[in-house]
C-alpha cells in the first residue's frame, strides 16, 4: 500500500485521435444522420445540435473517431442525431460508460451528453467520479432546471420553491450549482455557455474538445414547454448585461457594460463592486483578473457561487478552470503498456507459464 | 524412538483459532505439503466476515479444513478426524462437528479464566476430563484428547530471537504446522521455502517462524503424547502438472486465458465486494496481458464501464456477488438490448441483502436468470469446482463473443476460497475464440448493425474506429436489421423473439451432457449445477458402494438447458436436485420440462454433506422399489 511515481504521460489535448488525411474535409451536413429529429419545437436542444454539426468538422478528427455517448432524458436522444459512433445508454450511467471506453480505446474522441437530472440526480456518482479523476472525455450537461421527459417534475438544479407537477406547494429541495459540483469534484475544465449563444457555446466547445482530461461544460438551455423562460433574464437583450458575468482568462471580470466587477470579499470569498471613484466603489485595478489555469480551484469556486440558485437573474458564463493534470486513462494504458514492454515473448508463451507456475508437481 | 506408523486412505483435519491466529495460512501450507506429496485433497476455508471479530471470541473464530487421500476425493469432508483448537472459543465452535472418537488437539495455553468465559465455558472442559473412571468427563468425553501447551512451547523455543512476547507467540501456528505435518508424514521443505520468501525482509521473524515449525515437527518426533504417526499415500492421478488451485485464482486465469485465445484485450469493471474480490486482485496484476482493470466508484460503474469497453472492441468483464448483481440489473439489461459480448460473474454468498457475505450459497440462479426488467434473456454458466473455474471463464467468453450476448457465471463462495489439485492444462489444447469484427461494407452497401449471422442468430460487431461502420446503438427498441429506434409493435415482438431464440440456439453448440450411470439401470437421477459437484458425486459413489443404484448428471449449463437434458430426464423414475438453494434449479426444470423434480434443499452457507445427501437419495431408490412391490 505505498505510493509510488507514476511516470507522467506525454500526451496533449487530442493527440492519439486519427486525423483527417492532407485536403480532406468534413461538413457539418457529414455530422448529420438520417434520422428525424424530434425534440420539442422551440427546444434549446436544437441549436446545440446545429452548434456541435457545425463544430465537430473543425476538430480535424477522423469522424469514425468519434463517440457519443448518452444517458437517459430529452438531451440524451442527441448521439442518434449525429452521423458518429453512438450509444444512447440509461440513465445516469453514461460516463461510467465513456470511462471504460475512454481507458481502453486511446484513438477515440469521447463525448458525452447529459442533462441535469441524468447527471446530477440519479448519475451524480458517476459524474463526480469521472470528474476526479479526470478520464479524457467531453461531458456536455444541458441544463434546463426540470425533468422534461417525464412530464415536468423538478429538477436537482430547479430552484427551491419551484411549483412543479411533483412539487404543487412548491419544491423544498435546495438546489445543485453544477460548476460548483464540478470545482469540488476538481474537474481540470469546468465551463458554462449559453444554447442561443452559438459563438460562445462554440467557443467553448473547442476549448473543451482541445482539453485531456474530462471537460464539464455546462449548457444552459430552455425548455420551452415545462420550464419556458428559465433564462430570460441572462437571453435578454436589455438584462443580459447585468445578468452575464462573463469570464475570459486574463480578463478583469466586469460586467453591466464596465460599471460593475467581481472582487475579493472581506468574508474571504467574492462580491460584485461597482466600478467608479465614489465612496464604496471599486477601481478597476481592484478587480479580479480572471485566471482559469490557476491550479487552486478556490477561487474559481467562490467566482461560481455568484450563480443564482432561485430565479437565474445573474449567472458567470465562460471558462472557470482550465488547469492540466494526469488522465486516469492515459495512465491505465501506461501502466499497461510498461507491463507488456516488460514482458517480452509470445503471449501464448507467457500464459503457459502463468497457469503453470506456483508450486506445482508433476505425474508421470 | 521409534513410532508405529498407521496407514489411512484419506484423514479431514480441521485447523480452529482466533481470526488473528494465522489459520487460513496454516491450512493454506498444510494442503500445499499434502499436494506436493501427491494427495488428492479438497478444502474449505471458514472464516468470518469481521476481519478482526473480538479477540476469543465465537464469532471470531475462523477455520480451515483439508480432506486429503490416496484416492480421488470430490468433497472437503463432512467431519472431521482431527481438531486442532487454538482456544476455547475455537474448541467450543467446532466441537458439535466432531464425531466421538476423533482427535482433538488444543493449545492449553489460552485455557484461562477469562478466555474460558469469552467462549461460553463455565469451567474448564480440558480439567473435567480427568475425572475419576466413571465420573463426568465433560464435553471432551468420548474423544482422543491431546491437550498442549503450543502457545508456551513456541515462545520457549524461539526465545532466542529476542522478539516481543506478543511476536514470538504469533509463530504458534507454524508451531502447529510442524506438529501436524509430522503427524501425518507430510514434507515440510514447500513451507520452509515459502517462509523464506515471504519473510524475506524481517530475518528474526522468518527465523523464529522456521524454528517454530521444526519445533513443532521435533515435539512429534520426541513427545509420547503421540505414539502413532499416519500415512496417506500418494493417489494416482493421470500424468501430467499439477498445482493447488482455489477457485477465484483459476477463474482469473481463465479470463487471462480467454484475452489470449480470443486476441481481446480484457477489461474487468469491478467494485470490490466479497467473495469475489480475489479476481479484481489477481487480474490486477496481469497487465502484461493487455488485462486492464478499473475499480469503479461503484457496481453499476464496474459494469457500465466494461460495457463500454465491449462497445469498443474489448473482452468486457464485471465480478461481483449477489448484491452487486441486483444493482447491475439495468445494465445487464442494456447489454442485452445492444447485444454486446460482456461477461458477468457472480460469486455467490448467502442471501438476501447482505446475508453472509463469507459463507457460500446458490441462491442467486433465479436473479441470474429472470433479474432484469422485460424479456431479458441471459445465458448462463456454472463452475462445478475450484480448478473448474478456469474452463468455465472461457466457456462464458466464447458464448459472450460468439453470440453478442452478456453471460452470468455463476461461482460461488465455496468454489471461490476452496481449493483442489488442478491439472494445468496445454495451452494449445485451449479453444479459440474467434472475435470476428464487422468490416467495412463494400461500397453502395449499407451497414446494418442488427442484421443477423443465420446460424448464430448473432448481430455484427463494431467498434469505433472503422470508416463506414458508424452507428448507433441503446436501450431503446431497435428496428430488425437497421438498429434505428423503433416503436412498431410487430417488430417490438419480433426483436423480443430473436434476442430469446438468439439464446435459445446456443444449445446447437453445446455438447452431449455426460450421465454417469455405470450399470445403466439406475433409475434415480441426481441432477445438480455448480459447485454441488463434489457432494453430489461423493454421495452418489456411497449409494452404489451399498449397493443402491443412482445416476448422476450436472449441469454446466443453466440457461439454455443441453438439448438432450429433457429427453435424459424422461428416463428416470426419480429426479433428485440437490441446491444450496430452496429448489431454483427444481422450479426451471419442473417449468420446462414437466418433471416432478424432487428437490434436497440446505442453505447453511456451507457446502452439501455427502453423507446426509446419500441418505436422502437412498430413500429414493427405496421408495422407488416400494412402489414397485406393491
Redesign the interface.
Known sequence: MTATDLGLPSLRGTEGVPVLNEGEKLTGKDFS?D?EVRWCPGCGDYAVLKAVQGFLPDLGL??????F??G?GCSSRF??YL?????????G?A???????????E??SVWVVTGDGDALSIGG??LI?ALRRNVNMTILLFNNRIYGLTKGQYSPTSEAGKITKSTPMGSVDHPFNPVSLALGAEASFVARTIDSDRKHLTSVLAAAAAHRGTSLVEIYQNCPIFNDGAFDAIKDRDTKEHAIIPLEHGQPIVFGGGTKGLVRAAHGGVEVAEIGDADGQVSLEQVIVHDAHQQDPTLAFAISRLTDAGYLNRSPIGIFRQVERPTYDDQ??G??DS??K??PGE??????A??????????? | MSKQVKQLDRVVIRFAGDSGDGMQLTGDRFT?ES??F?NDLVTLPNFPAEIRAPQGTIPGVSSFQVHFADHDILTPGDAPDVLVAMNPAALKANLGDMPKGATIIVDTHDFTGRNLTKAGYESNPLEALDAEDGGDQGPLAGYSVHPVDLTGMTVEAVKEFGLSRKDAARAKNMFALGLLSWLYGRPIA?TEQFLHRRFARVADIRDANLTALKAGWNFGETTETFVVQYEVKPAP?????????TGNLALA?GL??AG?QSDL?V?L?SYPITPASDILHELSK???????T?Q???E??GI???????????L?VTTTSGPGIALKS??I??AVM?ELPLLVIDVQRGGPSTGLPTKTEQADLLQAMFGRNGEAPVPIVAPQSPGDC?SAALEAARIAVTYRTPVMLLSDGYLANGSEPWH?????DLPKIDANFATAPAEGEEFLPYSRDPESLARPWA??????????????EKADGSG??SYDSANHDKMTRLRQAKVDRIAESLPPLEVDDPTGDARVLVLGWGSTYGPIGAAVRRVRNEGGKAAQVHLRHLNPFPKDLGEILKRYDKVLIPEMNLGQLSMLIRAKYLVDAVGFNQVRGLPLKAAELAEAITGLVEQIEKEDAR
Do not use: C
Open positions: 444522420s434520422q477522423r469522424r469514425e473517431n468519434i463517440v455517448v448518452s437517459i448521439p442518434y452521423d458518429t459512433y453512438g450509444m444512447h445508454s440509461i440513465h450511467r460516463p461510467s460508460i465513456a470511462t471504460g471506453l475512454a481507458t481502453s480505446r484513438d477515440l456518482n458517476h467520479h491505465a494504458r501502466q499497461v507491463a507488456r516488460a514482458a503471449q501464448s508463451d507467457r500464459l503457459a502463468l497457469i503453470g507456475g506456483g508450486d506445482t508437481w508433476t505425474v508421470v | 500445499q499436494a506436493s501427491g514447500p492421478m493421470a500424468a501430467g502438472t499439477y498445482r493447488n488451485i486465469y487471462v486465458a489470449v484485450p477489461f469493471g496481469h497487465k502484461a496481458f493487455g488485462v486492464t478499473f469503479a466508484e461503484d453499476i460503474a457500465g464501464s466494461a460495457i463500454g469497453a465491449a462497445y469498443g472492441g474489448a468486457g439495468e445494465a439489461g442494456l445492444t478456469f494445468v492444462p496445454e495451452v494449445a467498434p469505433p474506429g472503422t470508416a463506414g461502420l458508424e452507428h448507433r446503438i441503446g436501450g431503446l434505428n429506434i
